[in-house]
């Protein structure tokens, strides 16, 4: 019987980590409000509101010649504003505390998947010499939708109720363009309850 109790009271912090929940900033691609939490040892799931940057220059003008305002519309420029994202996903984790020799905290390794939907809100300038000699304004939301794929790291710190983290990934857009890849990344941290 002290066996199992020894063993149920040396188990505790794993059951521990399990219930741990976190809510935070994440810094990079997208930029976010993170709120993490597990449902066992190994998995978690995670949801993020944030800011999503805008795709290169070049995936808009593709995106304005494929769907001209007229058909003499000569692409000038544009410029982008008001973007957000939205992320749902799920991860496995592996603890590497012992690989790396740390003594106090503990490092999570992760890689998972999730899904993702972005929006940014698109001007365009443009010239069509047989509406008007003047240059022309089209707005457009471009949403994007999609599968992402992740992995990273994350460090629980002992003293504080506060983990830091650092990952990189790719999203595929499979609404609006399909096959497009964006390479993601981030740093953040959370604040553990």
Same mark, same amino acid.
């Given at each position: 019987?002290?066996?199992?109790? +020894? ?17 935070? #900033? $994440?810094?990079?691609e ?10 066992? *040892? ?6 993020? +509101?944030? $800011?999503?940057?805008?795709?290169? /220059?070049?995936?808009? @003008?593709r995106?304005?010649? !494929? !769907? =001209?305002?007229?058909? !003499?519309?000569?692409? &000038?420029?544009?410029?982008?504003s008001?973007?957000?994202? #939205? ?5 496995y ?7 790396? !020799?740390?003594?106090?905290g503990? #490092?999570?390794?992760y ?5 993702q939907? =972005?929006?940014?809100? &698109? *001007? ?15 707005? @457009?939301?471009?949403? *994007?939708?999609g ?16 983990? &830091?983290?650092g990952? &990189? /990934? ?5 609404? *609006?363009?399909?096959?497009?890849? =964006? ?6 941290? @959370?604040y553990?309850f």
């Amino acid at each position: 019987m002290k066996k199992v109790l +020894v063993l149920a009271l040396a188990m505790l912090p794993l059951f521990a980590i399990a219930q741990e929940s976190g809510i935070g #900033l $994440r810094f990079g691609e997208p930029f976010s409000i993170t709120y993490k939490t597990f449902l066992d *040892d190994k998995i978690s799931l995670e949801g993020m +509101v944030g $800011r999503g940057g805008p795709n290169s /220059g070049q995936y808009y @003008r593709r995106d304005f010649e !494929n !769907n =001209r305002p007229s058909p !003499n519309a000569f692409y &000038v420029g544009h410029s982008t504003s008001n973007s957000w994202s #939205l992320n749902f996903r799920g991860a496995y984790h592996e603890d590497f505390s012992d690989d790396f !020799n740390i003594g106090s905290g503990y #490092l999570l390794g992760y890689v998972g998947a999730g899904v993702q939907l =972005r929006s940014v809100l &698109v *001007d365009y300038a443009f010239t069509d010499s047989s509406i008007s000699q003047a240059t022309l304004r089209e707005t @457009r939301r471009n949403m *994007d939708f999609g599968p992402e794929a992740f992995g990273g790291a994350e460090y629980y710190f002992d003293e504080a109720p506060i983990s &830091v983290f650092g990952e &990189v /990934g790719f999203f595929m857009e499979l609404l *609006d363009r399909f096959g497009h890849f =964006r390479l993601q990344g981030a740093i953040g941290v @959370r604040y553990l309850f």
